[in-house]
Nanobody, 125 residues
Framework: QVQLVESGGGLVQAGDSLRLSCAAS????????MGWFRQAPGKEREFVAA???????FYADSVKGRFTISRDNAKNTVYLQMNSLKPEDTAVYYC???????????????????WGQGTQVTVSS
């Protein structure tokens, strides 16, 4: 089993940037697809970005061009660089590991079997 711990959230103003980190312990992440999801109050958890085990990245239309997902295998950490933040980006952000070795990225949260505890991102206007 792998434990995922997110960090880097906070309160920022519109237009600012944040970098979220997702550090893993227990098992290496390098051979798994990883995803970032977010959940705003009263809304369902939604896909933000994902990274194939091979390195291909996918983004929700709402964040494309502003967010970048990446990984550092040596640190067993996945990142989400968020630029030009908007108030509608306010949510709890979760990282997750897709089930299955050498898996492709998925937009569906049900395809992920390990989740972090989440980190709050609040963007004020």
């Amino acid at each position: 089993q792998v434990q995922l711990v997110e960090s880097g959230g906070g309160l920022v103003q519109a237009g600012d940037s944040l970098r979220l980190s997702c550090a893993a312990s227990g098992r290496t992440l390098s051979r798994y697809a990883m995803g970032w999801f977010r959940q705003a109050p009263g809304k369902e958890r939604e896909f933000v970005a994902a990274l194939n085990w091979s390195g291909s990245a996918f983004y929700a239309d709402s964040v494309k061009g502003r967010f970048t997902i990446s990984r550092d295998n040596a640190k067993n950490t996945v990142y989400l660089q968020m630029n030009s933040l908007k108030p509608e980006d306010t949510a709890v952000y979760y990282c997750a590991r897709r089930r299955g070795l050498y898996s492709s990225a998925s937009y569906s949260p049900v395809e992920y079997d390990n989740w972090g505890q989440g980190t709050q991102v609040t963007v004020s206007s």
